[in-house]
């Protein structure tokens, strides 16, 4: 009874701090366990006291009458050292214990009686199997990205962990994992998210010598996981020592360096310079921590220069056109990017450690490489003008007793992307589009600049009770609060697109329509700041969780987590669009989006949520090294700042008008006809729930897990996982016709009144009618009595996203000269919205219409049935250390696609207009395969006893894959304008050898440590 009566009372002083107390990821592990006599009694008041390289000072607690202790905010490292010391007995020294982010190292010590002082020092394997979690996770030491042969920042590592496959767009840093799209992990920087709130890519770049350790969360994530349904990164960084040490490393490689593994006679027959490599690369970087004072105050910083620069193709519009072909010129892109990092850690008493971070991030580029590709003409090109991204947390850890302590945290990070025109744009033209070669010219889209804030205090308490109604309880509480902000500037001097056809400037001719064309008009203003898209979300979250270990051997984590989340548009101004042209009053009238207008204050969204994470874990024989664990998890998705500025009138958008050149001069003009294709609403009879489902609810993953971890040797374990996710709930935008959401199936749905199958003949891949391979397609055709288009925002019941996976991931820390990470995933993504970075915003345009229902229900964009991975590294004699990095996965799916002209009949809304539409599911067809070698041989050079100068080569793709970038589609474009003559007509790039890959790299670096 005493016992309940002290764990009420400390449950209800922790929960009464639940008003200011919250989490995000570990920084720390644990240590606990058991100390017993020779005949397995407990022994209670044994004097247990551990240190470290990582820990400042010495940390002492006495065993509990169950003979229990435990340390349980220790900073992740190796070589930790455990005293225990009892009146009677020997005491004995535990040496050699790891300590990892997020788990927990569990020991059991045994002690001898002595009539005299003896001392026993053990040098035991440490544990590799966490009997005490159900998640499933990777951690990767500083020992480990060390050796490996990646890139320096956060992008590579994260495309290293299982199963997961990279986006492609560098500077996003973004990768598919666990079966979430690529905005759904989480990414924490000592304890703090630093999660773009608009976008959900991370918002700064990490250099990875300031790691420490990396904790990488696949599955089964607690209830302090807040707003992950993929991976959580959980990235601690170095804090210095007692002792001084750093280190410097340079990486280089240029032109010269690099092989072409395809053949210039080749190249040159297809039109293309040898594959676009980097002219140079070079990578600077320079760290260094110790002590202030020791035992009290330790610093550690970093100071990294990056840059490199490339070739990058661009189509140039008047020779394409002229020769019939795409015809391209090579032009230079640098890079230059900046990143300082410090932190300092002070012990402010023997239990209460305070660390502050901060981090700057700066990156220059002439062009916006990232924005560069082959179908834009030089003058469609931007640039990268000083990105500059701070971040700064701290964190104040207190550990009230063995049982008990807390951690407070707060982060803020500001990001400012300005994105300009090149210097090759032409500003005050329309910006043009060939829609047969999907080629741009004079200029991008439109001049912008990002700022991106976020806020975040969070506090969390973890209370500890031994021997409650049979059990252990480790109970873990506390919440947060985030305060983030996305606004968006955006202008044109001239806010026009016209469409050419392979240089027609009519670019939707037909027969009875010879000079028709469409238009666009960019719905901004003309100069910077004159058209700001303001947006804010606010965030309060809550957990609590408890792990119930039940007879040293089945342990429940029981938790759920509570989460409300806020979206508004604060009050905001446009100023008037230009209009060169004098058409715009004609075509949208005096009031519309195009004139300048002020926006009051809306409440968007608010998505209230209780998540329940439930798991189990079972040490099966009872000596900690075979775990059987299982969960099943509910995530919400986090109200992403994206999701409803879609809704903000202030968002980039466009009106569209067929155009009739009815006086046949070429330029759009006062004289000519339009024909209304889509306008935004009307800011001046704007209403909210018009266009976003202001009660739509969070879209949710349910995710279950069960799988097998066993320590096979020492430092060596094998994990077996199956894991089955399915997303439902999907937010996006559909065709309402402006309808509402109960009768928002009309637009999109293939039920809908205002569409018509539309069957027909399609030639098949050879494009031939009266082939074998014709067969029947469809596409569904608008009405003549349709409504106006309109895009309303909504949970859209017929989304859905499904995954499941095998996975084996076999997991050898460092030790006896080697370490190996490697994973095989068997998996298959499938359902009709894909999770990459278009598809995941809520306008991917996969439900607007009942064509989206076509051939719908298929592979996902990012399904790779197969995906091996195997990182390794092993220290040769004389110092040299030779490491690895394999990958090996499936292609991408697809499927072929045609763009279909139907009749020329008034029975439609737009006779004789194009439809696309799949003709098979995606997956029919899939890229090559993509295997990759890289491989690193270094030499080490021991100075004295405290330097070390290394020199190592990397060789980047050393098995030589190669290949061209083909438009391989088959499909084109099908003309049933006249359904009694159809024709076929490939698409304009098919066939198109539009870039080449195979360089093969040598790389050569030095590096210092001492």
């Known amino acids: 009874m005493r016992k309940l009566i002290k764990f009420s ?136 990205i060390f050796n490996v042969p990646m890139s320096r920042d956060l992008y590579d590592v994260l495309n290293s962990i299982p199963g997961s496959v990279s986006e492609g767009v560098s500077y996003r840093r973004t990768s598919y994992i666990s079966g979430s799209s690529v905005r759904g992990n989480q990414y924490s920087l000592d304890g703090v998210t630093i999660n773009d709130p608009v976008v959900m890519y991370p918002m700064t770049n990490i250099n990875i010598d300031v790691y420490e350790e990396v904790e990488f969360g696949l599955s089964g994530h607690p209830a302090s996981v807040g707003i992950a349904d993929g991976g959580f990164i959980n990235i601690v ?92 010129t090579l032009d230079s892109a640098p890079h230059k990017e900046g990143n300082f990092f410090g932190k300092l850690t002070f012990q402010l008493a023997s239990n209460v450690r305070l660390m502050t971070t901060y981090n700057l991030t700066t990156i220059t580029e002439d ?12 003058t469609a090109t931007t640039k990268w003008d000083g990105e500059t991204g701070h971040t700064f947390s701290a964190q104040l850890n207190w550990v009230v007793s063995q ?18 025109y090149s210097e090759f744009a032409i500003k005050d033209a329309p910006r043009y589009y060939d829609r047969y070669w999907g080629i741009y010219r004079n200029n991008p889209r439109f001049e912008e600049t990002y700022l991106r804030k976020r806020f975040n205090p969070s506090v969390s308490a973890t209370l500890f009770q031994d021997e409650l109604f049979g059990a252990s309880h480790e109970i873990k509480f506390g919440v947060e609060y985030e305060a983030t902000s996305g606004n968006w500037d955006w202008w044109r001097a001239n806010p026009y697109i016209f469409y050419f056809y392979n240089g027609n400037p009519y670019s939707y001719a037909t027969s009875s329509y010879p000079n028709r064309s469409r238009i666009y008009a960019y719905i901004c203003g003309s100069d910077e700041g004159s058209s700001v898209q303001e947006n804010t979300m606010s965030r309060f979250g809550a957990f609590i969780q408890d792990s119930v270990t039940i007879k040293d051997r089945l342990t429940l984590n029981l938790g759920a987590r509570f989460d409300t989340s806020t979206g508004k548009f604060p009050p905001q101004h446009k100023g008037a669009t230009a209009d060169p042209y004098g058409i715009l009053t004609m075509l949208a009238g005096t009031q519309s989006p195009f004139s300048e207008y002020d926006l009051p204050e809306f409440n968007c969204l608010t998505w209230t949520n209780i998540s329940p994470r439930l798991g ?115 937010f996006e935008d559909v065709n309402d016709y402006g309808l509402g959401k109960d009768e928002a199936w009309k637009g999109y749905t293939p039920d809908s009144p205002y569409w018509e199958k539309y069957e027909f003949l399609d030639p098949g891949d050879d494009g031939l009618f009266g082939t074998n391979d014709d067969k029947t397609s469809y596409c569904y055709a608008e009405l003549a009595n349709a409504p106006g288009t309109h895009y309303y925002l909504m949970n859209v019941p017929e989304g859905h996203r499904k995954y499941w996976a095998f996975q084996l991931i076999v997991n050898k820390r460092m030790s006896n000269r080697w370490q190996l990470l490697g994973s095989i995933v068997y998996s298959k993504a499938y359902g009709n919205i894909g999770g990459s970075y278009g598809s995941s915003y809520g306008a991917s345009g996969n439900f607007d219409t009942p064509n989206a229902f076509v051939e719908e229900e298929g592979r996902l964009d990012y399904d790779r049935p197969i995906n091996i991975k195997i990182q390794s590294t092993v220290i040769l004699p004389y110092d040299f250390v030779l490491s690895g990095y394999f990958n090996h996965h499936s292609g991408s799916p697809w499927a072929r696609t045609v763009t279909v002209y139907i009749p020329d009949d008034p029975k439609y809304k737009y006779p004789a207009t194009t439809y696309g539409v799949r003709t098979e599911t995606i997956g029919t067809r899939r890229n090559a395969p993509v295997t990759t070698l890289d491989l690193r041989l270094e030499k080490r050079f021991r100075l004295g006893e405290s330097f070390t100068i290394g020199g190592y080569v990397d060789v980047l793709n050393a098995l030589g894959r190669s290949g061209y970038s083909i438009s391989s589609n088959p499909g084109g474009y099908i003309d049933y304008s006249d359904p009694s003559n159809p024709t076929f007509e490939r698409f304009g790039n098919y066939g198109d050898i539009s870039g080449a890959y195979g360089n093969r790299v040598v790389k050569v670096s030095l590096r210092l440590t001492f």
Do not use: C
């Not at 989490?23 to 209670?44: F, Y």
């Not at 302590?405 to 990070?413: K, L």
């Open 9 to 144: 009372l400390l449950l209800f002083l922790g929960l009464s701090l639940v008003s200011f107390l919250g989490a995000q990821g570990k920084l720390t592990g644990s240590i606990n366990g058991k100390v017993v006599d020779t005949e397995g009694n407990p022994l209670p008041g044994v004097t247990v006291t551990v240190e470290g390289p990582a820990l400042q000072g010495k940390m002492s607690f006495v065993t509990t009458e169950t003979g229990s202790f435990r340390f349980p905010a220790l900073p992740p490292g190796s070589d930790y050292q455990i005293t225990f010391e009892l009146s009677g007995f020997k005491t004995v020294i535990r040496k050699g214990l790891n300590v990892s982010v997020g788990k927990t190292t569990a020991v059991t010590i045994q002690m001898e009686m002595s009539a005299i002082e003896e001392e026993v020092t053990v040098l035991a394997e440490s544990p590799v199997v966490d009997v005490k979690s159900s998640k499933t996770s990777v951690n990767y030491s500083k020992e480990f």
């Open 616 to 730: 189990f874990t079972y040490d099966l024989f009872g000596d900690g090294k075979t775990a059987l664990k299982g969960s099943y998890s509910r995530y919400y998705e986090y109200l992403m700042i994206q999701y409803y500025s879609l809704a903000n009138p202030n968002y980039p958008n466009t009106g569209s008008w067929y155009w009739f050149d009815d006086n046949y001069n070429q330029v759009p003009d006062p004289a000519d006809s339009y024909t209304l294709r889509y306008l935004p609403p009307d800011p001046f009879t704007y209403k909210l729930e018009d266009e976003m489902d202001t009660d739509a609810k969070a879209p949710y993953t349910d995710e279950f897990t069960i799988g097998i971890e066993r320590e096979l040797m020492k430092d060596l374990s094998v994990t077996f996982n199956f894991m089955y996710k399915k997303k439902q709930r999907i």
């Open 367 to 378: 062009f916006y490489t990232n924005r560069i590709q082959n179908y834009l003409d030089k």
């Open 403 to 420: 049982n008990f302590f807390v951690d407070a945290r707060v982060g803020y990070i500001r990001r400012w992307f300005p994105i300009p």
């Open 237 to 328: 960084t170095k804090s210095g020592g007692n002792e001084f040490h750093g280190g410097a490393t340079f990486e280089f490689y240029n032109k010269d360096m690099q092989v072409s593994l395809l053949s210039e006679e080749d190249l040159e027959a297809v039109g293309l310079t040898k594959p676009t490599g980097w002219n140079s690369w070079k990578d600077f970087s320079l760290y260094v921590g110790g002590p202030i004072i020791k035992d009290r105050v330790w610093f550690f910083t970093n100071g990294r220069y990056f840059t490199w620069e490339r070739d990058f193709n661009h189509v140039i519009w008047d020779d394409t056109i002229a020769q019939g072909e795409r015809v391209y």
